[in-house]
């Protein structure tokens, strides 16, 4: 069973930072793109960032470059997204979500989220 | 504001049809066949639901359908059942810059 735990999100102040985790499980990490996705208090989901399978190329959205740096780990199975210089838009639950085994342009599987909450 | 326009919010009684549009530009949308749609639950995870416009995955009923029109697709659900009261959302590839974009989500009520 494929599954995806999101890890790190709490209360934080304007400008400060945060380490995101997400723990993969019942699928071969390395062979997938990985996502994360945000989702702000009622509102739309919004892609963030995206990683290649070996990690050799990243994207971001634009409102994020510079600040947030998504990164893994093949051998722990592991998703991460630094998140520098926060900002109150930032508010939002964070997803970790794999891009899809029969698309790679869809998202089939998703963890359930962590909340980053910034405020002053 | 997402870059897909969905309507907020639509309304069935169940066994009835109900579609939702998710228009968008011939940047996204219309210049591509990678649309997806996925269902959310309040307080939990988005599930896949269609992708590739009008592909299902396996396990989703087939009562659910997606399809295209120039810069608008659709999802379709037929035989409305009171367990597909949910947000919906969807998602197109906008080229390899921008990656993907969402739309604002629909709430779907079942009467």
């Known amino acids: 069973e494929v599954q995806l735990v999101e890890s790190g999100g709490g209360l934080v102040q304007p400008g400060e930072s945060l380490g995101l985790a997400c723990a993969a499980s019942?699928?071969?990490?390395?062979?997938?793109?990985m996502s994360w996705v945000r989702q702000a208090p009622e509102k739309g989901l919004e892609w963030v960032a995206n990683i290649k399978q070996d990690g050799s190329e990243t994207r971001y959205v634009d409102s994020v470059k510079g600040r947030f740096t998504i990164s893994r780990d093949n051998a722990q199975n592991s998703l991460y997204l630094q998140v520098n210089s926060l900002r109150v838009e930032d508010t939002a639950v964070y997803y970790c979500a794999r891009e899809g085994f029969n698309s790679p342009l869809s998202f089939d599987f998703w963890g359930r989220g962590t909340l980053v909450t910034v405020s002053s | 504001q997402s870059a897909l326009t969905q309507p907020r919010s639509v309304s069935g009684s169940p066994g009835q049809s109900v579609t939702i549009s998710c228009t968008g530009t011939?940047?996204?949308?219309?210049?591509?066949?990678?649309v997806s749609w996925y269902q959310q639950y309040p307080g939990k995870a988005p599930k896949l639901m269609i992708y590739?416009?009008?592909k299902r995955p396996s396990g989703v009923p087939d009562r659910f359908s997606g399809s295209k029109s120039g810069n608008t697709a659709s999802l379709t659900i037929s035989g409305l059942q009171a367990e597909d009261e949910a947000d919906y959302h969807c998602c197109s590839y906008a080229g390899r810059n921008t990656h993907v974009v969402f739309g604002g989500g629909t709430k779907v009520t079942v009467l």
């Open positions: 590739d416009v009008s």
């Open positions: 011939s940047s996204d949308v219309g210049g591509y066949n990678y």
């Open positions: 019942g699928f071969t990490f390395g062979n997938f793109w």
